[in-house]
């Protein structure tokens, strides 16, 4: 079964004042292309206390590992580009997620559906989301959470630059998020060794009011990737963070995702 996220009254008049200068370009991404990654702990300060309930919870539903594949379909304006995620998730599910990028009138999240399946076979999740309801008014440059890479892919980067987008979480949760590129870095994945650049990313606190969104600001922690310097910009490696704290003391909680395999399409 399908749904389509009904208007919430109101919901986007933090976002409403904000504006970006310029189109993301589309991405010279290679058709069939396939990233696959591995999730683990590179520390042990980073090992989750599985003593919390809550903790437990989010390493249950995270990935351990996940597979990304990317393809075009159409031609002219009507060409669009479909990325595939699945993974296979910590407590047995499996996810599948697609999302389809429009590339005319401007490069832009069309669409996303998420399909979940219990360990068993049942199928526990069925959601589809349409990003171009013009009823939603969505702020420009709004991604789902999983593919904010795709911000990276389309910009042209260099040490320095800094890049605003917007994260959706879910229908009524939608927060500015900036990226900057901090510097430079050779680094060596089971994928092989790669030039990149290292990314910083977090929601921007001066641009939440509401009380999600505040408090989303204090607990969530910076987030860390790789991505190439060259071709289009394919992430190498992620840290995300899995758990953080407002009280002095307080550690952030990472998990690393390490590319292990790159396909290029013919």
């Excluded at 594949?69 to 910590?90: D, I, P, S």
């Excluded at 969505?138 to 987008?165: I, K």
């Excluded at 505040?214 to 969530?220: G, N, P, R, T, V």
Aim: aromatic share 12%.
């Amino acid at each position: 079964m399908k749904y389509r996220v009904c208007p919430v009254v109101g919901l986007f008049l933090l976002m409403g004042n904000l504006s970006f200068a310029g189109d993301l370009k589309v991405p010279a991404i290679p058709d069939g292309e396939v990233r696959v990654f591995k999730s683990y702990y590179a520390t042990k300060r980073d090992r989750p206390n599985l003593k919390k309930l809550l903790m437990r919870a989010v390493i249950a539903f995270s990935p351990g590992s996940y597979t990304g594949e990317m393809r075009w379909e159409g031609e002219g304006e009507g060409r669009q580009l479909l990325y595939t995620r699945r993974a296979k998730l910590n407590n047995g599910a499996t996810a599948n997620l697609t999302f389809v990028f429009d590339t005319s009138p401007e490069f832009r999240l069309h669409s996303y559906r998420s399909v979940i399946h219990a360990p068993d076979g049942t199928k526990l999740k069925d959601e589809y989301y349409d990003f171009t309801e013009p009823s939603l008014r969505y702020p420009e440059r709004t991604f789902q959470m999983f593919v904010g890479n795709m911000v990276l892919r389309s910009s042209d980067l260099a040490v320095g630059v800094r890049l605003p987008w917007n994260v959706w979480l879910t229908p009524a949760n939608v927060f500015p998020f900036r990226y900057r590129v901090i510097g430079e870095e050779t680094i060596t994945v089971p994928a092989g060794t790669f030039e990149c650049y290292k990314i910083v990313g977090r929601l921007v606190p001066e641009g939440l009011t509401d009380l999600t969104g505040i408090i989303l600001s204090k607990i969530i922690g910076k987030y860390y990737f790789w991505v190439e310097k060259g071709g289009s910009h394919g992430f190498v490696r992620l840290r995300w963070p899995l758990s953080s704290g407002i009280l002095p003391g307080m550690r952030t909680r990472y998990q690393t995702q390490d590319l292990i395999e790159v396909r290029e399409g013919k």
